[in-house]
């Protein structure tokens, strides 16, 4: 049977999501765990490739198991195996052909700035601690121009597919902003029909030099139609990032 999983994870001591030999990742480390479980082969698919460090809320992913598979045990044995670091919060059976990245329509990921003076040590992990006073306001008005169809080459790194050919960084974006959870944390979330490789990160650090008044809010607009990766200075570090949710039809 086709079976989907909503997985969560703190991406700190992992080199992203993808199963890469040789170092520790999210994919490998699940991979193993349900293969041992399921006393068979597993190939996963997830609906978006983290990179090393970043964190994931509902993380989804789909791979085949025996029909009499019995998932309620299958979750309760992985989560025994890599919890608290990688949890499987559902396990269910899924339609036939179902698949975790091609089927998605929209993924959400959410970027959390602790923005105070005095650090936290229990948001370390998960927030960028930044000190300087950010304008909450500037950075909204500068976030709307991402929103839309675009070529974000200007915030992404370059790949390429198999044959060499480069790949298009032409995305949908549905929605971008920022709010405030509480006084000093902020939360910036930006949905899109999918992400190029350090896209969310550059588009943060970009909107956080709008922010501290490094540059005007217009410049936003600016930088994204130039499509110069070199016009992006500042990458927000990966720990404050977080895929937060993926959307299907």
């Known amino acids: 049977m086709r079976v989907r999983a909503t997985v969560a994870y703190d991406g700190g001591s992992f080199h992203g999501f993808a199963v890469n030999d040789g170092v520790r990742t999210i994919g490998g480390d699940l991979t193993e765990a349900l293969s041992r479980c399921l006393r068979q082969p597993v190939d996963l698919t997830c609906a978006g490739r983290t990179d090393t460090g970043v964190h994931a809320w509902r993380q989804v992913v789909s791979f085949d198991a025996p029909g009499d598979a019995d998932l309620l045990r299958v979750r309760t044995a992985v989560n025994r195996m890599l919890a608290p670091g990688i949890v499987v919060r559902a396990l269910e059976a899924a339609p036939d052909g179902f698949d975790a990245r091609f ?27 930044y000190p300087r006073v950010l304008d909450v306001d500037k950075m909204n008005a500068a976030a709307a121009a991402v929103v839309g169809e675009h070529d974000f080459t200007s915030f992404c790194r370059r790949q390429h597919a198999a044959n060499g050919a480069e790949k298009s960084r032409v995305r949908v974006v549905y929605r971008a902003g920022w709010h405030t959870a509480d006084q000093d944390l902020l939360r910036f979330e930006i949905e899109a029909s999918s992400f190029c490789q350090q896209m969310v990160r550059s588009i943060t650090g ?3 030099d709008i922010g501290v008044g490094r540059r005007r809010p217009e410049a936003m607009a600016a930088i994204l139609a130039a499509r110069d990766r070199s016009r992006v200075g500042n990458l927000a570090p990966p720990h404050g990032l977080c895929l937060w949710s993926v959307s299907y039809v």
Not at 103 to 129: C, E, G, M, Q
């Open 206 to 208: 970009a909107l956080v």
């Open 103 to 129: 089927d998605a329509t929209s993924r959400t990921y959410r970027y959390t700035i602790l923005n105070r003076d005095v650090p936290d040590p229990f948001l370390a992990a998960t927030a960028w601690h």
